[in-house]
Nanobody, 127 residues
Framework: QVQLVESGGGLVQAGGSLILSCAAS????????MGWYRQAPGKQRELVAA???????NYAVSVKGRFTISRDNAKNTVYLQMNSLKPEDTAVYYC?????WGLGYSGNYYYTGGPNWGQGTQVTVSS
């Protein structure tokens, strides 16, 4: 069992920045890849970014170049630095761990999402 606790959400103006943190505890030895998902009202939950313990990353097209995912293995913490925020980035952001990481036929990495979820943190971007 893995416990995930997010922090760092809030209200920010468009163009601003926020950093989210996700601290993992419990059976963390079983974790390779971790990711951030988000869910806006009326929309499906979507993958924002993911990272392996070795530092490989992948990003949703909508956030590439604006968001950066990083990981401190010593602290069992994953971060999501969000810059140039847009109103469409408004959502509840969830940390996820334990999913499958792979290399697709297109040559891009993918992350499927695992069974471990945090409680979510609200990010609201005002225009």
């Amino acid at each position: 069992q893995v416990q995930l606790v997010e922090s760092g959400g809030g209200l920010v103006q468009a163009g601003g920045s926020l950093i989210l943190s996700c601290a993992a505890s419990g059976s963390i030895f079983s974790i390779n890849a971790m990711g951030w998902y988000r869910q806006a009202p009326g929309k499906q939950r979507e993958l924002v970014a993911a990272i392996t313990s070795g530092g490989r990353t992948n990003y949703a097209v909508s956030v590439k170049g604006r968001f950066t995912i990083s990981r401190d293995n010593a602290k069992n913490t994953v971060y999501l630095q969000m810059n140039s925020l847009k109103p469409e980035d408004t959502a509840v952001y969830y940390c996820n761990a334990g999913g499958v990481w792979g290399l697709g036929y297109s040559g891009n990495y993918y992350y499927t999402g695992g069974p471990n979820w945090g409680q979510g943190t609200q990010v609201t971007v005002s225009s």
